[in-house]
T-cell receptor, first 112, second 114 residues
Framework: KQEVTQIPAALSVPEGENLVLNCSFT??????LQWFRQDPGKGLTSLLL?????REQTSGRLNASLDKSSGRSTLYIAASQPGDSATYLC???????????FGEGTQLTVNP | DAGVIQSPRHEVTEMGQEVTLRCKPI?????LFWYRQTMMRGLELLIY????????DSGMPEDRFSAKMPNASFSTLKIQPSEPRDSAVYFC????????????FGPGTRLLVL
């Protein structure tokens, strides 16, 4: 059974800092890995999707990497802003069209 | 597009009552997912449909839970009878068939069973 773990569970940084969120998964036979953002009381918003054949994806200040063989992904946020404060969730899809298995999330607070 | 629509947004009910949650997926999406989110267990998949057919319901906690998708634009998740431990936020999500597509989540229904 696939298990997804995220470290740290919570992170507080001053505005402007670059930061890294970590995600690990137990079964490397994945189809893709996705990073989501969840604001309090809201649904999830997709940030980046990395196919299993890819090594990284970038969107603005966000960069996600994938090392399938070691079962790890990182989400890099450059020049953090207070508006980046949210919970970040990592999820893996094992086969096309199948379930997403989510990590517990990292709660990020960026202080002005 | 309006995105995934869920109703109600909040539901408070008493133990033993029937609860029905509703979801309208994004038009053209042929996968629909129901998730439950709690502090203790995080985000868990309950069931998902492809072209209105249930594909995997292994996450449905017990017989008190049932889900239907009578057509491509509507799905329900029913709990009967409800129990306090069912209190959670229930999310519906949809996506297209392409494996390169992400899932789009609705705003969720916050359920409290007293």
């Amino acid at each position: 059974k696939q298990e997804v773990t995220q470290i740290p569970a919570a992170l507080s940084v001053p505005e402007g800092e670059n930061l890294v969120l970590n995600c690990s998964f137990t079964d490397s036979a994945i189809y893709n890995l996705q990073w989501f953002r969840q604001d309090p009381g809201k649904g999830l918003t997709s940030l980046l999707l990395i196919q299993s054949s890819q090594r990284e994806q970038t969107s603005g200040r966000l960069n996600a990497s994938l090392d399938k063989s070691s079962g790890r992904s990182t989400l890099y946020i450059a020049a953090s802003q207070p508006g980046d404060s949210a919970t970040y969730l990592c999820a893996v899809e094992e086969t096309s069209g199948s379930r997403l298995t989510f990590g517990e999330g990292t709660q990020l607070t960026v202080n002005p | 597009d309006a995105g995934v629509i869920q109703s109600p947004r909040h539901e408070v009910t008493e133990m033993g009552q029937e609860v029905t949650l509703r979801c309208k997926p994004i038009s053209g999406h042929d996968y629909l997912f129901w998730y439950r989110q709690t502090m203790m267990r995080g985000l868990e998949l309950l069931i998902y449909f492809n072209n209105n057919v249930p594909i995997d319901d292994s996450g449905m906690p017990e017989d008190r839970f049932s889900a239907k998708m009578p057509n491509a634009s509507f799905s329900t998740l029913k709990i009967q009878p409800s129990e306090p431990r069912d209190s959670a936020v229930y999310f519906c999500a949809s996506r297209r068939s392409s494996g390169k597509e992400t899932q789009y989540f609705g705003p969720g229904t916050r359920l409290l069973v007293l």
